[in-house]
């Protein structure tokens, strides 16, 4: 049969007007996005028009397959590491201030037996990515082929790599929210995490679904929706997915900014580290050596050995960076003496985010 053809304007129209998109509609714009046949400026509205009008889980469903179908699927089941299949899992975050888990979690987890196909994105709104943070490091590329991947996945445990090929309407559509006020839509968020994950082959995903004023969805039922959401999405897809839902009113941690996040980071994997960010690392290892069916080890274990330390040094080495080089520091510093003592009573992750932003850390 011949795929419909539609005009954008009237698939605009159908979300600006109340209406749901058709399957065959999701599929035409998706398709004629990706590969330059519609405009920026239709899908700049059609993403305001589904801002504000939102989407049924039908077209959420719909909008993510076709964002998947969109590039490749990568398939890692055939990897084995000792003649065993790989345990093959990963997390997501829905997007906070400070929030650098990634960089602590992979190496806990890797050093537990998990393997982590970690498609990354880059920092979106006010939150900051994990490439960009990794970046400070001297030499680090996330530009991985699948090869490369597949290697350091049975060498290393672990690749951490921009989608490039995978969904790659999610990179342009990714990049389009950041520039039109669309980012904070329940649909679009659960879309364009869900797309990149079923694409990058993990077989189990935790997901960490922030709530609160850093948040970009700020109230808790709305954010137990994206993550039921995205729970849907992922176990009708055959990846059996779990999410927990966390506080992101203050920043996670001291540090908020590149490069300082990653020293932060280290700090964790020595040992040390704030309790915070320590106690989400742990509990997001937690759920996600369940999910991928490994018992028997403590996370907290790899942290006071120093074997997750080890795993990042290696992982990083593999992709080419050099953490002997001391990180970057910004070019300018100033301290902020409080005139009285006192106890800080609270810190709004969100202004402190836009300041980071301000200072060039978006
Ligand atoms: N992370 C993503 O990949 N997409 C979003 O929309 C938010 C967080």
Request: aromatic share 4%; with cysteine; hydrophobic share 45%.
């Amino acid at each position: 049969m011949d795929t419909p053809t539609f005009d954008a304007p009237s698939v605009i129209a159908t979300k600006r007007d109340g209406g749901a998109l058709s399957d065959a509609q999701i599929d035409w714009i998706i398709d004629g996005y990706t590969h330059g046949r519609v405009a920026e400026e239709q899908m700049s509205a059609l993403l305001m028009a589904i801002y504000l009008r939102g989407m049924t889980p039908a077209e959420i469903a719909r909008w993510t397959a076709a964002m998947v179908g969109s590039g490749q699927r990568f398939d890692f089941t055939d990897l084995r590491r000792d003649g065993k299949p790989l345990a093959l899992v990963d997390k997501h975050s829905t997007g906070g201030v400070g929030d650098k888990i990634t960089i602590p979690l992979l190496p806990v987890v890797m050093a537990c037996g998990g393997a982590v196909p970690q498609a990354s994105g880059r920092g979106l709104g006010h939150t900051g990515g994990t490439l960009d943070k990794l970046e400070a490091i001297r030499g680090f590329s996330a530009e991985l082929s699948k090869n490369q991947i597949r290697q350091q996945l049975c060498e290393q445990g672990a690749a951490i790599f921009a989608a490039g090929e995978l969904a790659p309407a999610d990179r342009k559509i990714y990049a389009l929210r950041d520039v039109t006020a669309t980012v904070g839509s329940l649909p679009l968020i659960a879309s364009s995490v869900m797309s990149k994950k079923l694409a990058e082959g993990a077989r189990a995903l935790v997901l960490d679904v922030k709530v609160g004023r850093g948040a970009f969805l700020k109230t808790e039922p709305e954010s137990r929706e994206l993550a039921q959401t995205m729970v849907d999405l992922g176990n009708a897809n055959g990846v059996p997915t779990r999410a927990l839902l966390t506080d992101m009113n203050r920043p996670l941690g001291y540090a908020v900014g590149n490069a300082i996040e990653v020293a932060e980071s280290l700090d964790v994997l020595a040992g040390g580290g704030p309790a915070d960010v320590v106690a989400l690392t742990l509990e997001l290892a937690t759920e996600m050596l369940a999910a991928a069916g490994i018992d028997g080890v403590d996370p907290a274990d790899t942290l006071r050995d120093g074997s997750a330390m080890d795993r990042f040094r290696a992982l990083i080495a593999a992709q080419g960076g050099d953490l002997s080089v001391a990180l970057p520091v910004g070019a300018a510093s100033e301290t902020v003496t409080a005139d009285r003592a006192g106890v800080l009573g609270d810190l709004d992750a969100m202004g402190v985010a836009m300041a980071a932003w301000r200072l060039g850390a978006g």
